[in-house]
């Protein structure tokens, strides 16, 4: 089984400031890690996958993510961030050998609001 | 339409009554699956299909019944809900072997009085 915490519940921002989402994992096997993206009124979206290969991802919007397995984390960054950026987001998890269908653990999310 | 789509996008209901939230994906995908998303929790699968084969059912309450006539179309039928059962639903859909890049449609945002 996994599970997922997402360290901040809120993240307030300005705009064009730096912002990082955290998220850390728990799994008894190797996983696939996800950030995805909820904007008001909307479903969620994909923004960036770590499979396998380079640690570092590059996803939609100019963000971006580490994955660092020692310390078990997925990090969400963005350099400079914009007004319409603020939504939720949402990290997740899958067992990277358990292919039958999408099964998903979702962290509890990270509200960010960027401010002008 | 593209994409993920559901209706109806706000729901009111009694606890008596019955209802249906239905999906539709656009996509030709072959998964789709079934979400509650409540306040402060994390997303909760609650149903899969796979083929429109059901190949989980996350331990939901039979109050909730789900439905899949062919692999566009996903139904959640309601009856005799409680109030703690408003969230909002969000209906989701993927294709193999890439299942874990799902797209998700609006959602119905459901409040049981």
């Known amino acids: 089984a996994q599970s997922v915490t997402q360290l901040d519940s809120q993240v307030p921002v300005f705009e064009e400031a730096p912002v990082e989402l955290r998220c850390n994992y728990s799994?008894?096997?190797?996983?696939?890690l996800f950030w995805y993206v909820q904007y008001p009124n909307q479903g969620l979206q994909l923004l960036l996958k770590y499979l396998s290969g380079s640690t570092l991802v590059k996803g939609i919007n100019g963000f971006e993510a580490e994955f660092n397995k020692s310390q078990t984390s997925f990090h969400l960054r963005k350099p400079s961030v914009h007004i319409s950026d603020t939504a939720e987001y949402f990290c997740?998890?899958?067992?990277?050998?358990?292919?039958?269908?999408?099964?998903?653990?979702f962290g509890q999310g990270t509200i960010l609001t960027v401010h002008p | 339409e593209t994409g993920v789509t559901q209706t109806p996008r706000h729901l009111v209901m009694g606890m008596t009554n019955k209802k249906s939230l239905k999906c539709e994906q656009h996509l030709g995908h072959n998964a789709m699956y079934w979400y509650k998303q409540s306040a402060k929790k994390p997303l909760e699968l609650m149903f899969v299909?796979?083929?429109?084969?059901?190949?989980e059912n996350n331990s939901v309450p039979s109050r909730f019944s789900p439905e899949c006539p062919n692999s566009s179309h996903l139904f959640l039928h309601l009856h005799t809900l409680q109030p703690e059962d408003s969230a909002l639903y969000l209906c989701?859909?993927?294709?193999?072997?890439?299942?874990?890049?799902?797209?998700f449609g609006p959602g119905t945002r459901l409040t049981v009085l």
């Open positions: 299909y796979n083929f429109k084969e059901q190949t």
């Open positions: 989701a859909s993927s294709q193999a072997p890439s299942y874990n890049e799902q797209f």
């Open positions: 799994s008894s096997v190797s996983v696939y």
């Open positions: 997740a998890v899958s067992d990277r050998f358990d292919t039958s269908y999408g099964k998903l653990t």
